[in-house]
């Protein structure tokens, strides 16, 4: 009877411990997705102010001859 308790007591420690590892594992993909959209959407917005930057320059020189 003790046997059987113990196997029982060790195979749930089991199953919690790896539903517990495959929480971490997706909340740490969820992460690092998250920050790959953040930094696309970040390097998007650096794109966007650099062409304004060079159009704004670009009408500059034009007013200026």
Not at 3 to 14: D, F, L
Not at 42 to 49: A, F, Q, R, S, V
């Amino acid at each position: 009877m003790f046997n059987y308790e113990q196997q029982v007591r060790h195979r749930t420690a089991n199953f919690l411990n790896e539903a517990q590892q495959q929480k971490q594992a997706k909340e740490a993909l969820k992460s690092r997705q998250s920050k790959t959209l953040k930094q696309k959407f970040g390097e998007k917005l650096i794109n966007m102010g650099e062409a304004l930057a060079q159009e704004s320059y670009s009408n500059e020189v034009r007013q200026a001859q």
